[in-house]
């Protein structure tokens, strides 16, 4: 029997249907949000795993917010990224880089808000939707992903206070139900797990024509909980998309390019104003004790694998050879504002370069030391 210290130590909770027995193989990666920053920064992480010959190593791929975006391109383009017999995909650059680096040279987020309030026709998801569809997924559905590894796009159930979750064998709420082989465009699912609050939330996903299934747990099944969905960003409940990868791998391996709150030395003291940096302390203490929960968890041994955090800082891992990082180049990347908005090339280079040292970080130290160093991606951003 589980013991409830167990239970509370644990970055996850377990639900009435799962299983209590800890995973003992299969390997995940999480990709956390942060809008753009956290984008790019997992892109850099990504090629860094690509050329090790370790992305066909994955079993799942789980991703909240802007991990979404990257993990929604890699597995819409899976089967044209061209795995040599080492596992190093030749087409990942024009497959997946590119796509990703045009996406982040457009502002989308102001320019949904102010056109879904000024059409009363259509939504505010309703335009990133459209904005990725145009720039990334075009007609692209749930359909299109691989088999292997399973992508599951996470994103939050505001009804149910659950994770709604977007994959090609079911779309599914553990409370609400399971809708098999959904033909959902990958746009809309993206859209949803990157619904971020306060403007980007909800997304009001019609699934009242769905083949909905109700299986064992299943407790909130009426036409008011299948109808129109309001979905916002997945990060609101699982902010490192942990909650599927945790549970069913026992190697995972996670890229954090969260927010973090700043401080604050005049914290406002008006009703509104202070209730949102209320919200945003209790955001920031749970996020936070989910990454120690999981750092805990590798440590322990309970799970092999590596944390990744934008925030981190390489000499930490202590390597052997490391590449090299000035935290004085790599904290302004971290404090970057969680936003879909333009960047420069000399931030989105910077930002694939961090992420790629990190991933050269943690694969030498924790997963592969036989892995050679790696070299910078764009060596004409150096991080120090």
Not at 101 to 113: G, N, Q, Y
Not at 342 to 347: A, E, F, K, R
């Amino acid at each position: 029997m589980t013991d409830v210290r167990d239970e509370l130590a644990s970055p996850v909770r377990l639900l009435p249907t799962d299983s209590s027995a800890p995973p003992t193989d299969g390997t995940a990666l999480c990709l956390s949000g942060g809008g753009y920053r956290a984008m790019l920064f997992h892109v850099g992480v990504l090629m860094r795993l690509n050329e090790a010959g370790w992305l066909p190593k994955l079993d799942r791929i789980s991703s909240v917010s802007g991990g979404s975006i990257t993990a929604g391109v890699l597995g819409a383009r899976w089967g044209s990224l061209g795995f040599d017999s080492s596992g190093v995909a030749a087409s990942f650059g024009d497959a997946v880089v590119k796509p990703l680096r045009s996406l982040a040279k457009h502002t989308i987020d102001i320019p949904s808000v102010v056109v879904g309030l000024l059409e009363p026709l259509s939504s505010i998801g309703d335009h990133v939707a459209a904005a990725y569809r145009k720039h990334l997924f075009g007609d692209d559905s749930l359909q299109a992903l691989p088999d292997r590894p399973r992508f599951v796009i996470n994103s939050t159930n505001l009804a149910s206070g659950e994770l709604f979750r977007f994959s090609k064998p079911y779309a599914a709420d553990w409370r609400v139900g399971r809708i098999p082989s959904p033909d959902l465009p990958v746009a809309t699912a993206v859209a949803c797990s990157s619904a971020f609050p306060p403007f980007l939330s909800p997304y009001h996903l019609d699934l009242s024509g769905a083949n909905w299934t109700t299986d064992d747990g299943n407790d909130l099944t009426t036409p008011d909980y299948r109808g129109e969905l309001r979905l916002s960003d997945g990060g609101v409940y699982d902010n490192l998309g942990l909650e599927t990868a945790w549970k069913t791998c026992h190697t995972v391996l996670v890229s954090d390019a969260g927010g973090q709150m700043a401080a604050e030395p005049h914290p406002p003291g008006d009703w509104g104003q202070h209730m949102l940096r209320v919200l945003h302390v209790i955001d920031n203490q749970v996020r936070s004790l989910r990454k120690r929960q999981v750092v805990n968890g590798l440590v322990s041994g309970e799970r092999d694998g590596v944390y990744l955090g934008i925030r981190s800082a390489v000499a930490d891992y202590h390597p052997d050879d490391p590449m090299p990082a000035d935290p004085k180049m790599t904290l302004p990347l971290a404090a970057l504002p969680t936003r879909l908005a333009s960047l420069d090339d000399d931030v989105q280079e910077k930002l694939i370069n961090w992420g790629y040292v990190m991933g050269d970080t943690g694969l030498r130290k924790h997963l592969d030391p036989s892995v050679p160093k790696g070299t910078l991606p764009y060596p004409a951003r150096p991080l120090t």
